[in-house]
T-cell receptor
Framework: RKEVEQDPGPFNVPEGATVAFNCTYS??????FFWYRQDCRKEPKLLMS???SGNEDGRFTAQLNRASQYISLLIRDSKLSDSATYLC?????????????FGSGTRLSIRP | DAGVIQSPRHEVTEMGQEVTLRCKPI?????LFWYRQTMMRGLELLIY????????DSGMPEDRFSAKMPNASFSTLKIQPSEPRDSAVYFC???????????????FGEGSRLTVL
C-alpha cells in the first residue's frame, strides 16, 4: 500500500464550479501536510500548508482529519488557470531528518 | 536568488551508457531530495540527504543507481548502466529542515528529462 494515496482523476469541471480532492496517508507518525501544484512539464510548487484547524487561502481551503488520516483540498469558483495536477504531501518526522512523501497527484481540468 | 539548479535539462542516451545528473541546492538549505517522476508511478522519492549525509536510500531502485553529496552545494545521481525503464524526469529538491516545526516547503529544480533508448 502506498504511504500517500490520491484519486488520480482526471476531474473535469466547468469554470466557476467547486471541486474537492481527498488524500489518505498511512503513517500515523506523519507530522506535517501540504498541497503542491504541478503544471504540465513543470516542477511541483507549494500551494499551501495544511493546519490541524483547517486553513483557507483565497479560493482554496485545506482540511486535516488526523483520526481518519486524510487531508482535503477544496477549490471554490474554479478558474481556467487552476488546471493542473494537485499533489498531496506528507512529512514524516524521523529521528535524524524528516522524510517528505508525495502522492501521485490528482489531475484537474477546468473547461470554459 | 538562484533556485535549485539541475543539469542537464535533457539527456538522450543509449542503453548501457552511464548517466550523471547534477544538482545545486539553494544556499543554506540542509536537506536535499532526489525524486523520479513517470506517468505510471508518479513522483517517487529515491534518496534524501540531511547535512550531506544520506538518510534514507530505500527508494533507490537497484544497485545501478547511486547518489552522492560531497558538500553542501552539490549532489549527483548516477545511473550505470542505464536501461530504457530508467526514462523519466528526475527532480532534485532542497529545503531547510527544521524538524518539529510545521515547515517543509520543498524547492524543486526544473528537472532533468532522461530518455534511454
Amino acid at each position: 500500500r502506498k504511504e500517500v494515496e490520491q484519486d488520480p482523476g482526471p476531474f473535469n469541471v466547468p469554470e466557476g464550479a467547486t471541486v474537492a480532492f481527498n488524500c489518505t496517508y498511512s503513517n500515523s507518525a506523519s507530522q506535517s501536510f501540504f498541497w503542491y501544484r504541478q503544471d504540465c512539464r513543470k516542477e511541483p510548487k507549494l500551494l499551501m500548508s495544511v493546519y490541524s484547524s483547517g486553513n483557507e487561502d483565497g479560493r482554496f481551503t485545506a482540511q486535516l482529519n488526523r483520526a481518519s488520516q486524510y487531508i482535503s483540498l477544496l477549490i471554490r469558483d474554479s478558474k481556467l488557470s487552476d488546471s493542473a495536477t494537485y499533489l498531496c504531501v506528507v512529512k514524516v518526522l524521523r529521528s535524524s531528518a524528516s522524510k517528505i512523501i508525495f502522492g501521485s497527484g490528482t489531475r484537474l481540468s477546468i473547461r470554459p | 536568488d538562484a533556485g535549485v539548479i539541475q543539469s542537464p535539462r535533457h539527456e538522450v542516451t543509449e542503453m548501457g551508457q552511464e548517466v550523471t545528473l547534477r544538482c545545486k541546492p539553494i544556499s543554506g538549505h540542509n536537506s536535499l531530495f532526489w525524486y523520479r517522476q513517470t506517468m505510471m508511478r508518479g513522483l517517487e522519492l529515491l534518496i534524501y540527504f540531511n547535512n550531506n549525509v544520506p538518510i534514507d536510500d530505500s527508494g533507490m531502485p537497484e544497485d545501478r543507481f547511486s547518489a552522492k553529496m560531497p558538500n553542501a552545494s552539490f549532489s549527483t545521481l548516477k545511473i550505470q548502466p542505464s536501461e530504457p525503464r530508467d526514462s523519466a524526469v528526475y527532480f532534485c529538491a532542497s529545503t531547510q529542515d527544521s524538524g518539529y516545526m510545521n515547515t517543509g516547503e520543498l524547492f524543486f529544480g526544473e528537472g532533468s528529462r532522461l530518455t534511454v533508448l
